[in-house]
């Protein structure tokens, strides 16, 4: 592929929605295609349904594993409100990618906090940089598998025209992390996915 001096990905979520998986995908992508690839994950209370989130960052030019402030290209968030802590990072020339399903933390449940209406989640992204927001999870459903939400994120990120890899590399990417059994729903969740932002940008072109 041609010459890239530098391409950042931050992906966020929470423990068992795949997020971890993903980044490792997106880098697994850089590798394939030759470029140098750093990286970082916090996995928090993954276990439990914390924050997660990754940094992914490949090119050329690419030294540090931590993606700069005011530099990102893509922010994925699996959980409307988590991607929220990760804005910082993004350029405002960058593209959000919103899963509009939430996941209500335990302290919601007992009373404790509260949750952020969707809405208002999606103008603060929305007033920060370009933002496409699916439902994500209900597409995976329909692609045969709740937790293939990971390649529906995936195939909408390709699907925005920004991802600088070829396609085939991503499935190649796709096919060496998911188990053969499931290679079938995660190729109908990526062109699902894919196919619903190519949807949305040709509506509003």
Do not use: W
Not at 34 to 43: D, I, T, W, Y
Not at 50 to 79: C, K, M, Q, W
Not at 141 to 158: D, L, P, R, Y
Not at 186 to 198: D, I, Q, S, Y
């Amino acid at each position: 592929m041609k010459k890239l001096s530098k391409f950042d990905v931050i992906l966020s979520g929470v423990g068992g929605q795949g997020t971890i998986l993903a980044s490792r995908i997106v880098g697994r992508c850089a590798v394939i295609a030759g470029l140098k690839m750093r990286g970082s994950e916090l996995f928090g209370m993954s276990q439990r349904g914390g924050a997660v989130y990754s940094h992914v960052r490949f090119g050329d030019e690419v030294e540090s594993p931590i993606i700069n402030e005011g530099s990102g290209d893509i922010l994925i968030t699996f959980e409307p409100s988590e991607g929220l802590r990760h804005l910082k990072y993004l350029s405002q020339d960058g593209v959000i990618l919103v899963n509009t399903s939430p996941i209500i933390p335990n302290t919601v449940s007992l009373g404790l906090t509260t949750y952020p209406e969707l809405d208002h989640s999606l103008e603060h992204y929305r007033s920060y940089a370009k933002t496409i927001d699916i439902d994500a999870t209900s597409i995976a459903t329909e692609a045969g598998n709740s937790i293939s939400v990971n390649t529906v994120m995936i195939g909408a990120m390709v699907g925005t025209g920004r991802f600088p890899i070829d396609t085939e590399i991503v499935m190649n990417a796709i096919k060496s992390s998911v188990k053969p059994n499931l290679m079938e729903i995660n190729t109908t969740a990526f062109n699902m996915g894919f196919n619903k932002v190519a949807k949305i940008l040709a509506q509003n072109n």
